[in-house]
């Protein structure tokens, strides 16, 4: 029964549209990702690619280690001779490029001296070049202290409680130092486009699972269906079968093609770096490496596919309209995105299920709960939440379809 | 196969389809007559558990249907009116996928699907796509679905509506072939249909069963006579205001018409025998030539 579900969904003309699409969006995705990472080389040219990444891997691997004091230093003497010289100090572009390509190497450890000598809420490229080699060594203790700053600050009053603000220090306090430090653009780039890609599998997987549980009535075969003797159990099941299978398979095949794509071109290094290495995720609170930030991306990705999906199922199982399955996970999308701005909102929506699509975006974001004593940070709420409702959605799934009564 | 409707009713808001029906149904071909909106429809969804009544039961065997659930299901076929199908799956396809949902083993199925395509005569069309089929090639594909699982109760809601008139002989013939140690239960506004292959005619009107019997049984209820009537042409318009005028049929020099009256409604008036179409004019009335596929 399964089988003929699964052939019911992917014989229609309209799925091989949407898989084509899919496709197309997949190759456009890790386009883009891809040229995330690009190399400067010694004549100031910019390029991407396998070998571009593999220079840059080479350059930044030269400074692969622990970030003590004594590498911050070196950075600082490397950062200063460079901006000392002919081309640094030059007029021309491509001559401003050709120092650039010196400083790659360790253009993450330099952002990350940016980002802590800044202030908590702004950066400034050129702040590294001011940093003394005394005032270095207090590189890890002004992460802390910008965080201290910027929660005492008027702007963020009454933002987090007491007990909210002593976790995001005590988090902080709480991530391994020295950092361990190695390339780990691949991953930077693959997180940083997996919510698109994520969100690409999800709208055009509800195309496919959108009929699932409505075809019946459009086609009128409902008849047939609900007479026969498995019509209201076994059949139900297999549908609901055949929906878990298209779900999984389109979004693991797409998440694996895309991962697999994006470190094979650009190194499968660092993935046991902690996020915040580099310039992207230096404030998040979540103390994870890259390998466990992709972990959580690609399952509460998952996660999200499934209860959005199952949804979208449920709904056209009840209303039997497969215009609105259709539009629920478009619906789940984008109108968190339009609300965005209303900061009153923002611990709600930041409970909503399309944040499951973008956990490496949530891993960044600042959106604390209390739940009696403890605090947490909105990523393992969502998944709990989420996983706990996509298993109350099956059953009744199961429920309020086998119970249809054709009028 | 013993079929009981214990005052079955079916009221959606203050409508009642199917009100307070009692009848007990055994093997054989009935035939259940009605206008639209005369209740087929529920009646017969209710018979397949697409529809709870909600008053009443149906007890087959002596147990209640809605109970018996799957066990009941699995002795059911059903082609319901609006006959829907899957467009991209072909004939075969479609046989497996619904012997899998009734249950019928995939051995079985196999070989019940290529004995059932051979009887429907969609041999050559067995692996073409339902959606290239004709209208009587997808009946008979409904049919076949219908028989997939060999039903004790084989349930069938206007099988011939759409048919042309040799589809729908062949039709008529299958269905009274397939009629041996079952209970047929045949819904459809072809008097004809009923009238060649019921044993036992079901007339059904605002949700009650009003008459039901044999072809003779009924007919011979009816309280009025029949009579031929050739009348010239200027005559017609009075003798249809009025009697009740089951057919009118037009010759070159006259008209030949078919009057229910108890009286003799002109002097050249021929007593004749009344058939199905006759009652079914009597007792539905003007409303039973609203549709086109009454007569």
């Given at each position: 029964m399964t089988y003929f579900e699964l052939k019911k969904i992917f014989l229609k003309p309209v799925s091989r549209i949407v898989l084509t699409i899919l496709a197309v969006s997949l190759c456009v995705v890790s386009y883009f990702a891809i040229g995330y990472v690009d190399y400067v080389d010694e004549n100031g040219n910019n390029t991407i690619g396998i070998a571009a990444a593999s220079a840059l891997r080479d350059e930044k691997n030269k400074w692969a280690g622990y970030i003590t004091d004594d590498v911050l230093r070196k950075v600082l003497q490397e950062n200063a001779l460079i901006n000392n010289s002919k081309e640094y100090l030059s007029k021309d572009v491509t001559e401003n490029n050709k120092a650039y390509s010196k400083k790659q190497g360790f253009s993450d450890i330099r952002d990350m001296i940016n980002r802590a000598f800044g202030s908590f809420q702004s950066y400034n490229y050129y702040r590294a070049d001011s940093v003394t080699q005394e005032e270095i060594s207090s590189f890890y203790d002004r992460r802390t202290a910008n965080l201290v700053e910027w929660l005492k600050s008027d702007e963020q009053e009454n933002r987090y409680s007491e007990q909210e603000q002593q976790f995001l220090i005590a988090q902080y306090e709480k991530l391994k130092k020295p950092f361990y430090y190695e390339y780990a653009d691949g991953w930077a780039a693959l997180l940083e486009y997996a919510p698109s890609i994520i969100m690409l599998v999800v709208l055009t997987t509800g195309f496919l699972a959108?009929?699932?549980?409505s075809d019946e009535f459009q086609l009128k075969a409902d008849s047939v269906f609900f007479s026969a003797k498995l019509g209201r159990d076994k059949a139900v099941a297999a549908k609901i079968k055949a929906g878990f299978i298209v779900v999984t398979s389109i979004y693991w095949i797409t998440v694996v093609l895309y991962s697999g794509i994006i470190l094979t071109v650009?190194?499968?290094?660092?993935?046991?770096?902690?996020?915040?290495?580099?310039?992207?995720?230096?404030?998040?609170?979540?103390?994870?490496t890259y390998l466990q930030d992709y972990l959580l991306t690609v399952l509460g990705g998952y996660l999200g596919n499934l209860f959005i999906l199952f949804l979208s199922m449920f709904a056209s199982a009840k209303t039997h309209s497969k215009a609105l399955a259709v539009s629920i996970p478009f619906i789940l999308l984008f109108i968190p995105s339009f609300l965005s701005g209303i900061s009153v909102l923002s611990e709600v929506l930041g409970l909503l299920p399309d944040q499951l699509l973008q956990v490496y975006t949530a891993v960044k974001t600042f959106n604390l709960y209390q739940i009696g004593d403890r605090v947490v940070g909105a990523v393992p709420i969502i998944l709990t939440m989420y996983f706990i409702l996509f298993c109350i959605l099956l059953p009744l799934l199961y429920q309020v379809y086998r119970k249809t009564e054709i009028k | 196969m013993k079929l009981v409707l214990d005052n079955l009713t079916k009221g959606f808001g203050e409508f009642?389809?199917?009100?307070?029906i009692n009848l007990t149904m055994t093997n054989g071909i009935y035939g259940l007559l009605g206008v639209n909106g005369a209740g087929k429809t529920t009646l017969m969804r209710m018979l397949c558990t697409l529809l709870k009544p909600t008053g009443g039961s149906i007890y087959c065997n002596g147990k209640d249907i809605f109970e018996m659930d799957g066990e009941y299901r699995n002795l059911v076929g059903y082609l319901p009116q609006?006959?829907?199908?899957?467009?991209?799956?072909t004939v075969k396809d479609y046989l497996f996928y619904i012997a899998a949902i009734k249950g019928v083993r995939p051995a079985v199925a196999r070989k019940r699907t290529n004995e059932l395509i051979t009887k429907v005569g969609l041999a050559k069309a067995a692996d073409k796509k339902l959606k290239k089929l004709s209208g009587g090639m997808k009946r008979r594909v409904g049919i076949a679905q219908a028989m997939l699982n060999n039903p004790k109760i084989l349930i069938l809601d206007e099988p011939t509506a759409g048919l042309d008139p040799n589809e729908r002989i062949r039709f008529r013939n299958l269905i009274s072939g397939l009629s041996e140690e079952r209970l047929v239960l045949l819904s459809t506004h072809i008097v004809s249909d009923i009238e060649y292959t019921a044993n036992e005619i079901l007339m059904m009107k605002d949700g009650a069963i009003v008459n039901k019997g044999t072809l003779d049984e009924i007919t011979n209820t009816m309280p009025e006579k029949v009579w031929q009537c050739p009348v010239p042409q200027q005559e017609v318009s009075s003798i249809t205001k009025r009697y009740k005028v089951s057919n009118i049929k037009t010759d070159r020099h006259s008209v030949d018409l078919r009057v229910i009256s108890a009286?003799?409604?002109?002097?050249t008036a021929v007593c004749v025998s009344p058939s199905l179409e006759d009652v079914f004019l009597y007792y539905f009335g003007e409303k039973a030539g609203d549709d086109n596929d009454v007569l």
């Open positions: 959108a009929g699932i549980f650009l190194g499968f290094g660092g993935a046991g770096c902690a996020i915040q290495n580099g310039f992207s995720n230096w404030k998040a609170f979540y103390n994870i | 009642v389809a199917v009100d307070h609006d006959f829907g199908f899957y467009p991209e799956f009286e003799k409604p002109c002097e």
